[in-house]
């Protein structure tokens, strides 16, 4: 192999010099990432080839920052494209395991005697410096799947109560669906801080849209009206369904007491715009 290779006299240069050899023998070594490499490239617009040179480069000479901040890059681009993890992990091991072969005919090439204290140092700070790499890029991956998912559920909770001011002081919360336990705390702690948020003076709560209340759930719904007009909000609910006002009354839970009510949002609704 060492025929194939340009000698220079630094470890900078022989890679410079070699990195067609270089990613050759990527190629030979990450065979399952081989036939993916032009389906990452058009998927995420990462060059494997081109980064791996450059990880090599930025580990050799030493520039932990800059390692660092490539890293972070490459995890938050493989998160971003939903790009298989176990093909990275191949590739780094990949790189890892030619960047030590190349690093071995380096020394090989050198007409000096070889230098075993400086050899094992060397090897230290290889190793360091792929670890941290393949630590942040772990981390960077992570933070922005993370950051994703609260995005999402944020998005979920908006459309689970969507809250729509008709006027500066007036809303409406129309209520669609099955609500469950998780759902209704989610309705709780929205509503709370938005009537904060948007000062809303009356919440119109429409029950239009739901079929089924369980009764832990009507017993929670009763807990958020009586939070709404703790905090000085008059709740008013529409919409309620005879099946629904039957399991209220099977389980004596009288929302009246803590809430007017309306048959319909329209008729609410004739309140405000006469």
């Not at 050759?24 to 998927?43: F, S």
């Not at 590739?91 to 070889?114: G, N, P």
């Not at 998780?182 to 904060?196: A, V």
Request: charged share 30%; aromatic share 8%; hydrophobic share 40%.
């Amino acid at each position: 192999m060492e025929s194939r290779l340009a000698k220079t006299d630094t470890i900078k240069n022989f890679f410079i010099e070699n990195q067609s050899e270089f990613s050759k023998q990527l190629l030979e070594e990450a065979i399952n990432v081989r036939d993916k490499i032009n389906e990452i490239h058009r998927i995420g617009n990462i060059d494997l080839i081109s980064n791996a040179n450059r990880l090599a480069l930025y580990v050799v000479e030493g520039k932990r920052d800059e390692l660092v901040e490539f890293a972070k890059v490459e995890g938050e681009a493989w998160a971003c494209h939903e790009l298989t993890v176990s093909f990275k992990l191949e590739w780094l091991q990949a790189i890892h395991r030619v960047l030590w072969r190349f690093l071995y005919h380096f020394e090989c090439m050198q007409e000096k005697e070889a230098d075993r204290e400086a050899f094992f140092t060397l090897e230290r700070n290889i190793n360091e410096m792929m670890d941290i790499f393949l630590n942040t890029f772990f981390l960077s991956f992570s933070d922005f799947k993370e950051r994703r998912l609260k995005t999402q559920q944020e998005l979920i909770e908006n459309l689970s109560v969507p809250i729509i001011p008709i006027t500066d002081s007036v809303s409406i919360l129309p209520l669609i669906g099955e609500i469950d336990p998780p759902r209704i705390q989610t309705i709780k702690e929205k509503l709370l801080r938005q009537i904060s948020v948007l000062k809303i003076s009356t919440i119109i709560i429409d029950f239009s849209g739901v079929t089924i209340l369980e009764r832990q759930i009507t017993e929670e719904i009763k807990k958020v009206l009586q939070g709404v007009k703790m905090m000085g909000c008059k709740p008013i609910i529409t919409g309620l369904r005879p099946k629904t006002v039957q399991t209220m009354m099977d389980f004596c839970v009288a929302l009246e007491e803590y809430a007017e009510t309306k048959g319909t949002l329209q008729k609410a609704l004739n309140s405000y715009f006469k």
